[in-house]
């Protein structure tokens, strides 16, 4: 085996150990915030019936639940072994569109989906949907700060069939990203976001491996000073 080869065997363990590792901390942190979330909705549940008609508190409960049912699709995504099944994308998409909203209006960020002729992918069907929630989010963190929805504040996913392929492009206008950074965005723990609380850098790596892993896939990247373009591939059955 010559050099190149070993190298690249050695970078593919380091990797697949880095996501064993992230995937034990996922969990654990999962267990974590279930718990206290759980002992929170029910005391708000007590709280809720001696003042049945607060707003803030219906509000309240509405976020707990929110949030409660993403620890949970979480949980199901590190519980659930490798699936090769065959799955329609219409489904997925509409569950995707659940998830990502609460978000985009959070941002003030719009986000709309082009219809999609019916099709399957033969897979995972929780990793499809990671793949396209991570994209989602980042396009939509990509904006700046604004309390106030315009125009130009917009996320847009585009479907499309060609030949043997489904092709999504996930499109944002917030900006680009600086072409320094484009030829390492898919690395694992690299990131252009300067809060600690943005994520540890493992999304596009994590998108990008499970696209060629599990889909046969791929994903390239446009940006410039106006916007980003990810376009991903996922070969249809």
């Known amino acids: 085996m010559n050099k190149l080869a070993i190298a ?3 970078s593919d363990s380091t990797d697949q150990a880095r996501l064993t590792h992230l995937g034990r901390q996922s969990a654990i942190l999962l267990h974590e915030i279930s718990n206290p979330l759980t002992s929170a909705l029910i005391h708000l549940e ?3 019936a001696s003042n049945p008609a607060s707003v803030n508190l219906k509000h309240l409960k509405s976020s707990l639940i929110r949030l409660q049912r993403y620890v949970e699709t979480a949980k199901g995504q590190l519980k659930t072994s490798q699936s090769n099944k065959p799955f329609r994308v219409n489904p997925q998409v509409s569950e995707i569109k ?4 609460p978000i ?3 941002h003030y960020v719009k986000v709309t989906f082009s219809d999609i002729d019916n099709c399957s992918l033969k897979g995972d069907r929780l990793k499809f949907q990671q793949i396209l929630v991570n994209l989602i989010i980042n396009a939509i963190e990509a904006y700046p700060f604004s309390q106030q929805l315009t125009a130009d504040r917009y996320v847009k996913i585009d479907f499309k069939q ?3 392929w489904l092709i999504i492009e996930v499109k944002d ?3 680009g990203i600086d072409e320094s950074s484009l030829n390492h965005i898919f ?3 690299f990131t252009t976001k300067t809060s600690p609380s943005s994520g540890l850098g493992m999304g596009l790596f994590i998108v990008k491996h499970y696209l060629e892993a599990y889909f046969e896939g791929s994903i390239s990247v446009n940006s410039s000073t106006k916007g980003t373009c990810f376009k991903l591939k996922f070969r249809l059955m």
């Open 8 to 10: 690249a065997t050695q």
């Open 46 to 48: 007590q709280l809720q």
């Open 98 to 101: 659940r998830l990502v909203r």
């Open 104 to 106: 985009a209006l959070a």
């Open 162 to 164: 060609l030949n043997q």
């Open 173 to 175: 206008q917030a900006g």
């Open 187 to 189: 690395e694992p723990l």
